[in-house]
């Protein structure tokens, strides 16, 4: 289940306003503003729709796992071929570090 700040970070990232996103999951506008601003906290139905919206619309939520809860933007395909690409060029194993 999401946070307020992970929903707003979402709808940050994917660029769509608390209105569009009103009007795509069926929620009212000020339970999306009041959840963000951590006003208060609707049922788990109504957050279980916000975060299906925002990952229709290419969010990924990150769980806590040691390092905090967070959000990003899931790769497109292309975009995933040309990376795997990239990685499968080769070249010098080393390390990174710059001194």
């Known amino acids: 289940m999401i946070i307020g700040s992970q929903c707003r970070a979402a ?58 809860i967070g959000v990003r933007l899931k790769f497109t395909e292309s975009e995933a071929k040309r990376i795997a690409r990239l990685e499968d060029e080769g070249g010098i194993v080393a390390n990174d570090r710059v001194p």
Not at 15 to 22: D, F
């Open 11 to 68: 709808r940050a990232l994917v660029e769509i306003t608390r209105g569009k996103l009103s009007i795509r999951s069926g929620i009212d506008e000020v339970v999306i503003q009041d959840f963000e601003r951590k006003l208060d906290v609707p049922d788990d139905s109504t957050i279980a729709a916000l975060q299906a919206e925002l990952e229709d619309l290419g969010a990924v939520f990150i769980e806590e796992n040691g390092g905090g």
